[in-house]
Structure formats: structure tokens, C-alpha cells
């Protein structure tokens, strides 16, 4: 499985942003995916997590109620819609897919994209 991030950019504190991340193979529909952000200096965190249906979702603490997730199995793409970003966003964002289910921590997944840069001034 091959995934390509993008959508990042940089915006000011309070705007939107839509990641998308595409996925070859006639498996995706099959996968759970999941977001993951670095921030420079810091360790990889988990964001977002939707399973193989879209029927389940999770989230980190700091995104809940302004990041949601979402899939189009037909289009093998998920989305991570990003509202009222924070300087504290700004990071790496990476979409990961997972054989099986997915959860919080990056060894559950086991294909990864380049990531896509976000940045958000204050």
C-alpha cells in the first residue's frame, strides 16, 4: 500500500485546513487509517483513527470537538478536516493505514505516507 499525503500549508490561528491522504490497492476499504502529527523536537503523536467502514472513529483529546476524520472508500482516500488550528498544531502530519485495527500507537499501523507540513501562526 502506497499513501500520499497532502493538503498541509501555512494558516493563521483559528482557520481551517483539509488534509487528504490517497491509497493505491483495491485493498483500502479493508484498512483501518489513522493520522499522526510530529511536531519538531518532539515525538510522533497519534490524532485520528477511523476504522475499515467509517462507522468508528477516534480522536486525541487535544482535537476533539475541531479535527474530524473521514473516508471515501471509493475515492481509497481519508480526510482529516482541521478547524480552529492553534500554533500548537503546527507539525508533520502523517496518515497511516492499518492491516488490522486501528488504535493510538504508531506499531499498530503498518503503512506509512511522507507526511504533509502544517503550519499555524498565531
Known amino acids: 500500500v502506497q499513501l500520499q499525503a497532502c493538503g498541509g500549508g501555512l494558516v493563521q490561528a483559528g482557520d481551517s485546513l483539509r488534509l487528504s491522504c490517497a491509497a493505491s490497492g483495491r485493498t483500502f476499504s479493508s484498512y483501518g487509517m489513522g493520522w499522526f502529527r510530529q511536531a519538531p523536537g518532539k515525538e510522533r503523536e497519534f490524532v485520528a483513527a477511523?476504522?475499515?467502514?467509517?462507522?468508528?472513529?477516534y480522536y486525541a483529546d487535544f482535537v476533539k470537538g475541531r479535527f474530524t476524520i473521514s473516508r471515501d472508500n471509493a475515492k481509497n482516500t481519508v480526510y482529516l478536516q482541521m478547524n480552529s488550528l492553534k500554533p500548537e498544531d503546527t507539525a508533520v502530519y502523517y496518515c497511516?493505514?492499518?492491516?488490522?485495527?486501528?488504535?493510538?500507537?504508531?506499531?499498530?499501523?503498518?503503512?506509512w505516507g511522507q507526511g504533509t507540513l502544517v503550519t499555524v501562526s498565531s
Open positions: 497511516a493505514a492499518a492491516k488490522y485495527a486501528v488504535g493510538g500507537t504508531a506499531a499498530e499501523y503498518d503503512w
Open positions: 477511523i476504522g475499515w467502514s467509517g462507522g468508528r472513529a
